[in-house]
């Protein structure tokens, strides 16, 4: 079983892919399984990654978004944990899996380092993102998905919920925060990120799936509240 299954969804990602998949092949730490979850590209991906057919698993297939595929991926997935990177992202260096791993706590269930954007296309996007697990969670998705590693048995009885088209994991960060998961933090850059991505997009779509998740997770009260900042959220990153 290795310590690492990094699970990589991909839908017509022939201008990033290689560069994805070669950040990973270059680590100085070895122990992982590599998985990539397409979703039938229309584009020459499935070819590029012919290169790599003895260095990953490849699962081809129509889906429903990002997160069908990284449910796939779990399904698949061995590891004793789960790291999930986007194919437009790329390790931040090759020593950055070594860095995580060189002294797991046993008892975590979270790791969580530091990820940096770069084709930032809005000011309110930050260059560089350290994520964080505590009440703030409840307020902004303080946890960057490039940037945290899961143990794979927070997942026996969860799936990204394919209802929510881009905060599926945001979903999952609150609920680990009210069960109270056991935490901890590096001070390690885990991964370059394209910030071009429709999450940072700010369109009122993205606020409404805010509030359906949080309506599923937080008492009546907090939703009276949340109701007010979610909008002002989304009045601040608009103007």
């Known amino acids: 079983m290795p310590a690492l299954s990094i699970i ?3 839908y017509n990602g022939e201008e990033t892919i ?4 070669d950040s990973v092949l270059g680590q100085t730490f070895t122990d992982f399984e590599i998985i990539v979850c397409d979703g039938k590209s229309a584009d020459n991906t499935i070819e590029l990654l012919a290169k790599y057919q003895d260095r990953i698993l490849l699962s081809s297939e129509s889906d ?3 997160y069908d595929a990284m449910n796939r991926g ?4 061995q590891g004793e944990w789960v790291y999930f990177l986007g194919a437009d992202d790329e390790l931040a260096s090759k020593d950055v899996l070594r860095e995580v791993f060189s002294s797991v706590d046993k008892r975590a269930h979270l790791i969580l380092g530091r ?3 770069e ?8 260059i560089e993102y350290r994520s ?15 940037s945290a590693f899961y143990r794979r048995s927070l997942f026996a009885d969860f799936r990204y919920s394919v209802e929510y088209k881009v905060l599926a994991d945001y979903h999952l960060n609150i609920k680990l925060f009210l069960d109270d998961v056991r935490t901890v933090e590096v001070d390690t850059l885990i991964a370059i990120c394209d910030a071009r991505g429709i999450s940072k997009q700010f369109e009122t779509s993205l606020y409404r799936e805010e509030l359906k998740l949080k309506a599923s997770l937080l008492t009546g009260s907090q939703m009276l509240v949340q109701r007010v900042w979610v909008w002002l959220k989304y009045l601040w990153k608009n103007t």
Do not use: E, M, Y
């Open 132 to 146: 964080t697990l505590d009440k703030k969670i409840l307020w902004r998705n303080t946890v960057h998905h490039q």
């Open 8 to 10: 990589i969804p991909v």
């Open 64 to 66: 429903c978004g990002i």
């Open 115 to 117: 990820a940096r954007h």
């Open 74 to 77: 779990l399904d698949l997935a």
């Open 119 to 126: 084709h930032l296309s809005s000011s309110k996007v930050p």
């Open 18 to 21: 290689q560069a994805c998949i």
